[in-house]
């Protein structure tokens, strides 16, 4: 952060010049109003700016033994410490080009010898000033970009708080438990990291949309609050007019998140990938899956990407009702299912990271507490749901 001018205080300005009779004469000139600090040498005056105190304006000479005036600016200004200080180039060079090169070499000003007290006081006031005025703006800028992160940071973490909400509101009247949100949102984003380079995938597959994903992937069974305990907690098989009201569950999701949108007036980034895993994740890449039956590349990458996250968690994960399937099993149903459920090059990549699978799995798997909670929990709901006579 730069250092800022503090008015409370006398500016400091430091001489540079090999002249003792010029160090003197500037001395006495500006002692009344500013703090000076004096330097017989380039070296000298490099290393007085390295330390703390930095002055706020330095009038430099040119033809110095040693560093010269020149070498001296070039090392102000590539440091970035000392970049900002300004230089006011004060020396017996006066031809037209030797006044263009210092300012080309970042000189704020070039005052020629022998000096007119007042025109120096002068310049050095505006210098000052405008680097008063540099330095105020320097740190409303820090202070902005500070606080439009802080903001970007608290917006982020309430879509996430959001996003989780809406997905545990689910969650609770479903025989999942809260670990297969964050599976299959791990499965996705592994698998959408290993297709950003695929032909198929990369131009959809941004660092930015592989992010968005990772943010909605929770919502893919937001729909299913809306379906009826006596179906979405039924351990055995549906009937017919049952998986009819259960697969409503993807068009619900899809309206709760338009509603939600509309509420808000505008459409949000990552609400329009959870519409889209929201009600496409059931669609099978042959066309025999629902709610439209469409197929291939119809059916959104989002949503593809989430079928395989999704029947590979269904396999392997325990429930109130039935152990988990080993895991080279749920890989050999998906492989399988190539072509025909799942799109052929994301089971391909799902096949080449299936370690990756299994660790995060492992990583959030459900423990013996999590299901006899899950237990307790779903019969209390079946039990409020039972018609009282």
Do not use: C
């Amino acid at each position: 952060m730069p250092e800022a001018l503090d008015f409370t205080r006398r500016p400091t300005i430091l001489v540079v010049d090999d002249t003792p009779d010029n160090l003197s004469l500037m001395s006495g000139l500006l002692k009344d109003n500013y703090k000076v600090k004096v330097a017989n040498s380039g070296e000298k005056a490099l290393k007085q700016v390295q330390g703390e105190g930095k002055p706020d304006l330095i009038l430099l000479d040119i033809m110095m033994p040693g560093l010269s005036g020149y070498d001296v600016i070039r090392e102000l200004k590539a440091n970035p410490p000392t970049r900002n200080i300004p230089v006011i180039f004060l020396t017996a060079l006066s031809e037209a080009e030797d006044e263009k090169k210092g300012l080309e070499m970042g000189a704020a000003d070039y005052i020629t010898k022998p000096i007119s007290p007042p025109i120096v006081m002068a310049r050095v006031k505006t210098q000052l000033e405008n680097k008063a005025a540099a330095d105020f703006l320097r740190d409303q800028n820090v202070y902005l970009e500070t606080e439009v992160l802080k903001r970007t940071a608290e917006i982020s973490a309430i879509q996430d708080v959001t996003i989780l909400a809406m997905a545990s509101l689910a969650e609770t009247r479903d025989s999942d438990t809260g670990n297969h949100i964050r599976r299959t949102q791990h499965y996705v984003k592994v698998l959408a990291d290993k297709l950003k380079t695929h032909p198929r995938f990369g131009f959809f597959l941004s660092e930015k949309t592989v992010h968005m994903l990772f943010k909605s992937a929770p919502l893919h069974d937001i729909g299913k609050v809306g379906i009826p305990d006596r179906i979405l907690l039924k351990p055995g098989r549906f009937t017919p007019d049952e998986f009819e009201l259960m697969k409503t569950h993807t068009a619900l999701g899809r309206d709760a998140i338009e509603h939600a949108e509309r509420q808000l007036g505008m459409q949000v980034e990552f609400l329009t990938l959870a519409k889209e895993i929201a009600y496409y994740h059931q669609e099978k890449w042959d066309g025999s899956g629902y709610p439209t039956g469409i197929s291939g590349d119809e059916i959104p990458i989002s949503a593809r990407l989430m079928a395989v996250a999704d029947v590979y968690d269904a396999l392997i994960s325990r429930r109130v009702y039935k152990d988990g399937m080993p895991h080279e099993k749920a890989v050999a149903i998906i492989v399988e299912s190539k072509g025909t459920h799942f799109d052929p090059d994301i089971v391909d990549a799902f096949v080449e990271l299936q370690d990756e699978f299994r660790a995060i799995a492992a990583r959030y798997g459900d423990s013996d507490e999590d299901m006899a909670a899950k237990a307790k929990q779903l019969a209390q709901i079946q039990g409020e749901s039972r018609p009282t006579v």
